[in-house]
């Protein structure tokens, strides 16, 4: 198993070949937020089998970042997100 970390809580988790991605945030700057360390993820980095959105917030389900995701990764969101979030 190989986990990335690409900062806030956006990382990588890869196991047999299998890759899950958890709240992609690919920007610089969001809001109050800005990263410290390191550069904005590698466009590889939007490749994943699975990605998983933990929770509703802005910083967690990010649109623009959601809509760099590779063609076919399977979104997998809380209860409620589809109606909460028009064009999910």
Do not use: K, Y
């Not at 690409?6 to 958890?22: F, K, M, P, Q």
């Not at 610089?28 to 998983?52: M, N, Q, S, Y």
């Not at 809509?67 to 809380?78: C, D, H, K, N, W």
Request: aromatic content about 4%.
């Amino acid at each position: 198993m190989e986990v990335t970390w690409w900062g806030h809580a956006t990382c990588t988790i890869e196991d047999s070949g299998v890759r899950v991605l958890t709240d992609p945030l690919f920007v610089r700057r969001f809001a109050h937020l800005r990263r410290r360390r390191g550069e904005v993820p590698p466009p590889e980095a939007a490749v994943a089998e699975v990605v998983l959105v933990s929770h509703l917030h802005s910083d967690h389900l990010h649109l623009p970042s959601l809509a760099r995701l590779a063609p076919g990764s399977r979104l997998i969101v809380p209860s409620g997100a589809v109606a909460a979030v028009p064009g999910l």
